[in-house]
């Protein structure tokens, strides 16, 4: 089992940017993913990043271009970069690890991660 505490949310206005981070401790190999999903109340948890032990990244079609995942595998960290949110990415949004072949499949939904985090909330807004 992997523990996992995330940072970084926050209000930010439409077009900004903003940067979460997850800092994860326990047993991590070579076959565990890491990756970021979100929730709005009163709906399902969606996909929104997921990098492979092996640095094979996947995103939703939402956030393509303007979200970044990134790992530190040194300082067990993992990193969102948010560009260009608007209002449709206010979530909460959770990080999570687990074993995975395929991120892209994380990502869709087919694959669920075993270990999650509290999550963080990001709002945006004018």
């Known amino acids: 089992q992997v523990h996992l505490v995330e940072s970084g949310g926050g209000s930010v206005q439409p077009g900004g940017s903003l940067t979460l981070s997850c800092a994860a401790s326990g047993y991590i190999d070579s076959t565990t993913c890491m990756g970021w999903f979100r929730q709005v109340s009163g709906k399902e948890r969606e996909g929104v990043a997921v990098i492979g032990s092996d640095g094979t990244r996947s995103y939703a079609n939402s956030v393509k271009g303007r979200f970044t995942i990134s790992q530190d595998k040194e300082k067990r960290t993992l990193t969102l970069q948010m560009s260009g949110l608007n209002i449709d990415d206010s979530a909460r949004y959770y990080c999570?690890?687990?074993?995975?072949?395929?991120?892209?499949?994380?990502?869709?939904?087919?694959?669920?991660?075993?270990?999650w985090g509290q999550g963080t909330q990001v709002t945006v807004s004018s």
């Open positions: 999570a690890a687990g074993y995975c072949r395929r991120p892209d499949m994380v990502v869709a939904g087919s694959v669920r991660l075993s270990s």
